[in-house]
């Protein structure tokens, strides 16, 4: 990694994408969960899930976190107007479990 050196207080997240996260053997990575659409999104994102509770996060193509929020409903409208064309990488975490997916911003 470069960019600077983390203390041993500091942290950073990050989602591992598609099958690799089985090959790396991270419990609990699927693709399964919740619904998301329309995909490729325009302006608005509208994410599914079946348990209130946890959080969702968005990675852009390179790995940075654009997007973070609690879960608070079974429905979800996310605003997407202003990311940058391309690939998205939206991770669900809940109940130390996770849940990834990619959609298109057009």
């Known amino acids: 990694v ?5 203390t041993d207080s500091e942290s950073t997240d990050f989602c591992i ?7 790396l053997g991270i419990s609990g990575a ?3 969960g919740f619904n998301l ?10 994410v599914e899930v079946s348990q209130i509770g946890g959080e969702l996060k968005i990675y852009d193509a390179v790995g940075t976190l654009v997007h973070a929020r609690e879960i608070t409903d079974n ?3 996310i605003d997407v107007s202003n990311y940058a064309k391309g690939i ?3 991770c669900i975490y809940n109940n130390e479990e996770m849940s990834i997916s990619k959609f298109v911003r057009r």
């Open 30 to 32: 699927n693709v399964e």
């Open 88 to 90: 998205y990488t939206i």
């Open 37 to 46: 659409y329309p995909n490729p999104a325009n302006e608005k994102l509208y």
């Open 2 to 6: 470069s960019g600077g050196e983390f």
């Open 17 to 23: 994408a598609g099958t690799d996260a089985f090959a």
């Open 75 to 77: 429905k979800e409208a």
